[in-house]
């Protein structure tokens, strides 16, 4: 069985989903996995051994501005010519399937050499219109055709279809004691200065902030490092609470291990702010729309957090996969969420 799975590289959750995926994989050597990586220039991409000798492509990606999508500069910058000959080129002859963690190359070239390709990953579960996940046909349409798939295998907190499973996440070998009032923060759209700005605010709390401008700085409360899943990961367990942009990954991971959680869904990206309505009205964590010290101090003083038990997604898609994906997507479904439990947690 040979798979060539496509990581998108604009956002560390899909590496991270990706990663989870690959070791669970690792498991089948009769399984021959290959890797292409785009969305994110080679030397800005950290921590990637899991991938092997992977591909790399420039591929698209929505540009920020500001902490907001520019629809201009997402059509501008975008190297097009660049992507339909990468798609063209890209040579599919010896895989059995393409998995596509939203991926857009090997979506693409899947499509055009007629090799049967799987969307693995969060933006799948907006392929189908959901009341939980509100978003316009328009919307929906974009995402079928940013990277467009046979097979789809969405990814959302709770059971919202068929079409949906859940999280794919990273199971820590260990778990390290939680420290009080220690705060990690990740928010990698929105200004650096702008965001010790406003942690400077609350000087009785420790801060870990994660970013993709950062430097090892110390300011005190506030300590400052450049991305590093390794580093994050310690300082995911240790924290009491995670303030991030509304991405899925991290979200899950925080809901996965009882940490409260405060997102500030990136503006204009309508899969975050569908994210941060679901998360509000499912009362799955706080949000904020702005960075507001209002909000924060509010979040800070709560007591409360969720956490969600969900099955280990990651050997059963692996077995999946390794047994040609041809189980409907429906039994796996049927078979991860019945497990699944809610647990209100309170300090």
Request: with cysteine; proline share 5%; net charge negative.
């Amino acid at each position: 069985m040979n798979i060539l799975i496509g990581v998108q590289g604009t956002g560390n959750g899909h590496i991270s989903r990706c990663h989870a995926l690959a070791q669970a994989l690792s498991h089948y050597p009769s399984v021959q996995t290959d890797y292409l990586v785009s969305g994110r220039a080679p030397e800005k991409l950290f921590d990637m051994e899991a991938f092997g000798d992977y591909q790399w492509r420039q591929g698209l990606s929505f540009q920020v501005r500001d902490g907001r999508v520019s629809v201009l500069d997402t059509i501008s910058h975008n190297p097009w010519t660049q992507f339909w000959q990468d798609v063209r080129e890209l040579d599919l002859s010896r895989y059995d399937v393409v998995v596509t963690d939203f991926e857009p190359v090997t979506a693409w070239a899947a499509r055009r050499q007629g090799v049967r390709c799987i969307g693995l990953g969060r933006q799948y579960a907006f392929f189908k219109q959901a009341a939980a996940l509100p978003t316009s046909l328009l919307q929906r349409a974009m995402l079928r055709q940013f990277a467009p798939c046979d097979v789809t295998v969405g990814m959302h907190w709770e059971d919202i279809g068929g079409h949906v499973l859940p999280p794919l996440i990273h199971r820590p070998a260990g778990a390290l004691p939680i420290l009080g009032q220690e705060i990690l923060v990740y928010l990698p759209f929105e200004p650096l200065t702008q965001v010790i700005a406003l942690l400077q605010n609350f000087p009785e709390y420790q801060f870990a902030v994660y970013h993709p401008e950062a430097q090892r700085e110390d300011h005190g409360h506030i300590q400052c490092f450049a991305p590093s899943r390794q580093g994050f990961a310690l300082a995911f367990a240790r924290a009491e609470g995670v303030i991030a942009n509304a991405g899925f990954e991290t979200s899950s991971e925080a809901l996965a291990y009882g940490k409260k959680l405060l997102v500030k869904p990136l503006s204009g990206q309508f899969e975050q702010l569908a994210n941060a309505h679901c998360l509000a009205t499912r009362q799955l964590a706080s949000v904020m729309d702005s960075l507001n010290a209002n909000d924060v101090e509010e979040w800070l003083e709560m007591n409360s957090a969720v956490r969600m038990e969900w099955p280990d997604v990651g050997p059963v898609l692996a077995d999946w996969l390794a047994n040609g994906a041809y189980e409907p997507v429906n039994r796996l479904h049927q078979r991860l969420w019945q497990n699944t439990q809610r647990i209100a947690l309170s300090a």
